[in-house]
Structures are given as structure tokens and as C-alpha cells.
């Protein structure tokens, strides 16, 4: 039996896919989402240049988790699949992320150098686990 109640995907862009942005797995209170590269709202992958790719990425992942009803406040892990890595391009998304993640509680993170990324054009993925806030109840209710 495939119960798939225990989901419920998050998508928040136009384009078709065949994979969810997102997922929140339900009663965990756990977000977890697919890799995001830097496309605009229409799905369109931005390349004028690696910081607006990496800014793209960002606000693709800002996008999703809207959708799921978190921000970045809720990130707790950061993972990114980089093509070519270089000193020049971790100065970039630090930079960037910068303007995205908290310095106070920065999430747990890991960089990870490739040689390319499926869609050859895209040089940054990343991807994050969140944490779904509990409301908090009285004692009893």
C-alpha cells in the first residue's frame, strides 16, 4: 500500500516538474526540500551572473518555504552541491547567504565541490531541512 498521507508536497513555482520543491512530513515537524538552483517565479534559470544565479537560488528557496508556511528562520541545515568550486565562488554565496541566514543561530551547513550539476547551466544548488514551529498550548488543552 502506498499511504502518501504522511506528505504533502510544496510546489511554488509555474513550471511542471517531476519531483516536488518541498515536502513537509506530516506529525514530524520536518520541511525538507528538493535542491533549488537560481530560477526566477516562472522557473526560467537565471545566468547573467554567479551572484544573481546565487541570489535566484535563495529566493527560489524563500518561495517554497512561504509556501510551507516557514522563512529562513526556520532553517536548520543547509546543504550546497557547487560545480567547479572555488575560493571565488564560497566568498560569493557566503556573501549572499549572508542577507539570508541568521549570524546569531546560523544553520548546520556542508559545501560539497562537483564537477557539474544535471541542468549544465546551473552552477549553485542547495537544498534545506526546517523545522515546522509548534504552536505552544497550556497544560491540558
Given at each position: ?24 512530513l506530516m506529525g514530524s515537524g520536518v520541511f525538507v526540500s528538493s535542491g533549488h538552483v537560481g530560477v526566477d ?98 497544560f491540558g488543552e
Amino acid at each position: 500500500m502506498n499511504d502518501t498521507s504522511a506528505l504533502r508536497t510544496i510546489n511554488s513555482y509555474a513550471k511542471k516538474s517531476s519531483f516536488s520543491q518541498g515536502v513537509i512530513l506530516m506529525g514530524s515537524g520536518v520541511f525538507v526540500s528538493s535542491g533549488h538552483v537560481g530560477v526566477d517565479e516562472k522557473g526560467d534559470l537565471v545566468t547573467s551572473s554567479l551572484e544573481d544565479e546565487v541570489i535566484a537560488v535563495f529566493e527560489s528557496l524563500r518561495r517554497t518555504l512561504n509556501a510551507a508556511g516557514l522563512g529562513f528562520q526556520h532553517v536548520a541545515r543547509v546543504s550546497y552541491y557547487i560545480a567547479n568550486l572555488d575560493a571565488e565562488v564560497m566568498d560569493v554565496i557566503r556573501r549572499v547567504r549572508a542577507s539570508y541566514l541568521s549570524a546569531e543561530t546560523p544553520p548546520a551547513s556542508t559545501a560539497v565541490g562537483i564537477t557539474r550539476l544535471p541542468d549544465s547551466d546551473a552552477r549553485v544548488e542547495v537544498e534545506v531541512i526546517a523545522v515546522i514551529p509548534v504552536t505552544p498550548t497550556k497544560f491540558g488543552e
